[in-house]
């Protein structure tokens, strides 16, 4: 059973920055793509940011410039490093994972709150 387990949430002020980090509890190199997503009150869950294990990363348009994606094969993290925050950033990011064999794995989530 793979866990994913997100750190680093919390409040920031407008402009300010936060880095979440997601730890796997196996190598992250199993993972075809890895990123995160967000969903806040009232809306879908949305993707921010992924990474494929070729190190090819996307980004929503919205954090484009702003966010980055990295990941660390040494500590089976995945990282997203946030800059600029916005209070249309606030949300709970989720960690995510998909198998070669297209199993998706989600972790508990994160709350992000951005102060204007």
């Known amino acids: 059973q793979v866990q994913l387990v997100e750190s680093g949430g919390g409040l920031v002020q407008a402009g300010g920055s936060l880095r979440l980090s997601c730890a796997a509890s196996?190598?992250?190199?199993?993972?075809?793509?890895m990123g995160w997503y967000r969903q806040a009150p009232g809306k879908q869950r949305e993707l921010v940011a992924t990474?494929?294990?070729?190190?090819?990363?996307n980004y929503a348009d919205s954090v484009k410039d702003r966010f980055t994606i990295s990941r660390d094969n040494a500590e089976n993290t995945v990282s997203l490093q946030m800059n600029s925050l916005k209070p249309e950033d606030t949300a709970v990011y989720y960690c995510h994972a998909l198998s070669d064999l297209y199993m998706n794995y989600w972790g508990q989530g994160t709350q992000i709150t951005v102060s204007s």
């Open positions: 990474i494929t294990r070729s190190d090819s990363t």
């Open positions: 196996k190598s992250v190199l199993v993972f075809n793509v």
